[in-house]
């Protein structure tokens, strides 16, 4: 199969390369860039573990292909860290809330709750709730996902 020319923005650094067209993005970012922090879990598009964020939007990676996404800016977990190395204000919610379990669905977790907050950053518990409903979590309960989420918003409001 010939390969195809693909341009990303990863995490603030761009990637030159070439693929083979029926790639998934999942499949680049974990095999091609080595970034293995988003997790392949149904392979269907029905988990969440696989989530990135395109343009700021959400998206299941395992599904994308990734020559749809030419020249987007992809944010995986690896680039939620502040740019002095600290972990994000959300990460080290889901830590200091016990809301990493075995941690498969924390990154897919992280991002959707990511663009989330962006998106609304004074959600309620409800609206949080909904909005990880697509992402399944197998070990917590989703109880301190959502304190984890809850406290994010809370502190980014006073």
């Known amino acids: 199969m010939k390969k195809i020319p693909l341009m990303l923005n990863v995490n603030g650094e761009e990637y030159d390369i070439f693929i ?13 860039l080595e970034l293995t ?16 964020l395109c343009n700021g939007f959400p998206v299941r990676s395992c599904l994308t292909l ?25 990460q080290q919610s889901f830590i200091d809330h016990g809301a990493v ?3 498969f ?3 897919g977790m992280l991002m959707s ?5 962006n998106r609304n950053p004074n959600p309620s ?7 990880i409903s697509g992402n399944i979590c197998r070990c917590t309960g989703y109880t301190k996902i959502v304190d984890a989420i809850m406290d994010v918003a809370k502190k980014s409001h006073t």
């Open 20 to 32: 083979s067209p029926n790639r998934t993005l999942l499949e680049v970012l974990r095999e091609e």
């Open 37 to 52: 922090g988003t997790k392949e879990g149904c392979g269907e598009g029905a988990c969440g573990s696989c989530t990135v």
């Open 66 to 90: 990734a020559a749809e996404v030419q020249g987007s800016e992809i944010t995986t977990v690896e680039g939620l860290r502040e740019e002095d190395g600290r972990l994000d204000l959300l």
């Open 101 to 103: 379990q075995c941690g």
């Open 105 to 107: 669905c924390t990154p």
């Open 113 to 117: 709750a990511k663009a989330f907050l």
């Open 125 to 131: 518990e409800g609206e949080i709730r909904k909005e």
